[in-house]
């Protein structure tokens, strides 16, 4: 399979300013690492440090591992990040009764939000290969 840009470097380098929380990893498809960067503030900011120099190689591994289709990964995790509690990504995605339901629960309790974090780029991919049948 051919690669192409599923994700965005210049995402990657505004998550990672707030690297101690895991974000950019989780953006990455790398949801352990991005736990650990969160639980531990980017290990301690060693490995938050040494992840500017990673990004661009975290970014050509999911430019391999993820679909590109008409779901673009970049506007899916910028809304889940700043508007998931009202989950406008998941109506975003089309699956609007899931979506709903995040908007009058807060995102499933936050727990909703957490499994979101760590799968969302296997859900897009899923959506755009989908539609690409």
Known sequence: ?????????AIGYL???FGFTGAHR????????????F??????GIGWLIDLFLIPLMDRQA????RAGPIDYTVAWVLLTFLGVFGIHRMYM????????YLLTGG???VGILYD????????TYKNARRGL
Request: no cysteine.
């Open 117 to 124: 974090f760590w799968t969302l780029n296997d859900q897009i």
């Open 26 to 37: 989780f953006y990455y498809g790398k949801p352990v690492t991005g736990t650990i960067w």
């Open 15 to 17: 998550l990672w300013l």
């Open 94 to 101: 089309g699956k609007w009764l899931t979506g709903l339901l």
């Open 108 to 110: 499933l309790f936050l």
């Open 63 to 66: 430019d391999i591992r993820y």
């Open 1 to 9: 399979m051919a690669s192409s840009n599923t994700h965005s470097k």
């Open 39 to 44: 639980l531990t503030l980017g290990l301690l």
